[in-house]
């Protein structure tokens, strides 16, 4: 007796197709799972047989072999005990098997044969749909971030018995439908406003280039000058997600089980600030079951890095290649799985060990060998990968005491979005999204200055020694600096105000 049920596994953020094919022969009683299996999939077993003896159905005493297809591809995770059960009831004629070819089947099964929740149910359904299938059967708790996928029935159980009355046609249950529209709107709370912010008006100047143009931005200054308190005040005026890109970040977190029941579509940006003590597995991704870092549950929003310097040196210089390429590869002995990283950077640091370097109140105790050092912890490559440096004094006591209103966020993002669009506009048809991703070919064909900003442009970079990619990121500031204008072509203010957004480099 042969039956075969859909399931699912996930490689990376996305979900792969898996046939569970059950044979029932005469022999010893056994259950054998083949086809890479971890751990919890070989567990499944017993949790299957209880399962199925406590929801009042025979377990066969014979030779039971599951297949999980394809073979070469890993199988993980308690999500397979609800297909495997189901294959076993449909080898056995309990289940009808017309509609097993139609939907997947995804669940962790407790011995009381109540249907336990599984992650990555988001992927699933977006696989199913592009297979497709009629839809996916999947534990209740998932049913929200399931239904986010249009064109897909999710229908939700929590117990096996429902699973086979649903597939034999006596117990119909009604598909889950997410109100998209109002998924998105739960992101729309307003949050920290720049309005709060005294003084620091170049600061808030330069994270409103960076954010129309998704430019990666490092602070400096000395402690209490509001560092921190600015970086957590950017989601506030970055662009609204597009839905594409929601459905991106929330893959990240699903597959990770880290979405709330009440909020299965990540709406707002991201903003994740990991402590500095993390791990490069931490940051990146990785272990021996791959799982996404925090440079992928940033994606599409902020990754804030805060005392900058303080990160071990070899967990930032693993930023390199995620900041370039918009993903991490993970590569393992059996697999290697591809995440998404397309994130802003946002780092602050100290301009020196005691923090007082410059500070025309407080006197600096570090020798020039100990700046020397601390700042060398950064390096100059990662430092050549983030567009803006900008330097952020401590704040005045006529701008602490000053009553007036500062910008709201509110106006700010409005002109951050229109930058926004000029930019959706100019690279329609293309996969890229902001100024910051353009290509070699794309700053060739819409960075071009005029004759006095390329003459201003030469005398910098022959006088500081920049590299080419600092030239670029320059010709990418300044792009955005002119669509914030309104301006079609880059002049030489632009440019000039560019070049100020490189104040490390001015100091070589």
Do not use: W
């Not at 709201?408 to 930019?423: F, G, K, L």
């Amino acid at each position: 007796m042969l039956a075969k049920v859909l399931a699912s596994a996930l490689l990376g953020i996305d979900a792969i197709l898996v046939d569970v094919e059950v044979d029932i022969t005469q022999g010893l009683p056994q259950l054998a799972t083949v086809g890479l299996p971890d751990g919890a999939v070989k567990e499944s077993k017993d949790r299957v047989k209880a399962a199925l003896k406590n929801s009042g159905y025979d377990f066969p005493n014979r030779k039971i072999t599951v297949n999980l297809a394809p073979a070469d591809v890993k199988k993980e995770g308690a999500s397979f005990d609800l297909p495997i059960s189901i294959g076993i009831l449909a080898a056995t004629g309990v289940v009808k098997e017309d509609l097993l070819k139609r939907y997947i089947l995804l669940g962790e099964l407790s011995l009381d044969g109540g249907v336990k929740p599984v992650r990555g149910c988001l992927s699933v359904a977006v696989a199913a749909r592009e297979a497709g299938l009629a839809g996916i059967i999947i534990p209740a708790e998932n049913v929200c971030e399931g239904g986010v996928v249009e064109g897909v029935e999710v229908i939700g159980v929590t117990e096996l018995s429902q699973v086979v009355e649903f597939l034999n046609g006596n117990l119909p249950i009604e598909p889950y439908r997410a109100d998209v529209e109002a998924l998105f709107s739960q992101g729309c709370e307003a949050g920290d406003d720049f309005s709060e912010v005294k003084g620091q008006e170049h600061a808030k100047r330069a994270l409103e280039v960076a954010a129309a143009g998704s430019h990666n931005l490092l602070m400096i200054g000395p402690p209490g000058s509001g560092k921190t308190m600015l970086a957590r005040r950017i989601p506030s005026i970055l662009p609204p997600m597009l839905f594409e890109e929601a459905i991106e970040t929330t893959k990240v977190y699903s597959v990770m089980g880290l979405l709330e029941r009440e909020h299965a579509l990540i709406s707002t940006r991201p903003f994740r600030s990991p402590h500095h003590t993390i791990s490069d597995v931490g940051l990146i991704g990785g272990s021996n079951t791959p799982k996404p870092g925090e440079v992928s549950l940033s994606h599409n929003g902020v990754l804030f890095l805060d005392e900058l310097p303080e990160f071990k040196q070899h967990v930032l210089e693993v930023l390199r290649q995620p900041m370039e390429d918009g993903r991490v590869t993970i590569s393992r002995a059996l697999s290697s799985v591809t995440y998404p990283s397309r994130i802003m950077l946002v780092a602050a640091m100290n301009p020196c060990p005691c923090g007082y370097l410059s500070d025309p109140v407080h006197q600096c105790s570090c020798t020039p060998l100990m700046i020397h050092r601390y700042r060398s912890r950064v390096s100059g490559p990662l430092l050549d990968r983030i567009d803006i440096h900008i330097e952020v004094p401590a704040v005045k006591y006529r701008d602490l005491a000053d009553r007036g209103e500062s910008e709201s966020s509110a106006a700010i993002a409005a002109r951050v979005a229109q930058s926004r669009e000029v930019q959706k506009e100019r690279f329609k048809g293309t996969k890229v999204r902001s100024n910051s991703q353009m290509t070699a070919r794309m700053i060739r064909k819409f960075c071009e200055p005029d004759e006095a900003g390329s003459r201003m442009l030469e005398v910098v970079t022959d006088r500081l020694g920049l590299s080419a990619r600092s030239y670029t990121r320059i010709l990418k500031v300044a792009r955005t600096i002119a669509d914030l204008e309104g301006a079609s072509s880059i002049a030489e203010h632009h440019i000039s105000e560019a070049i100020q957004y490189r104040s490390l480099d001015r100091k070589t």
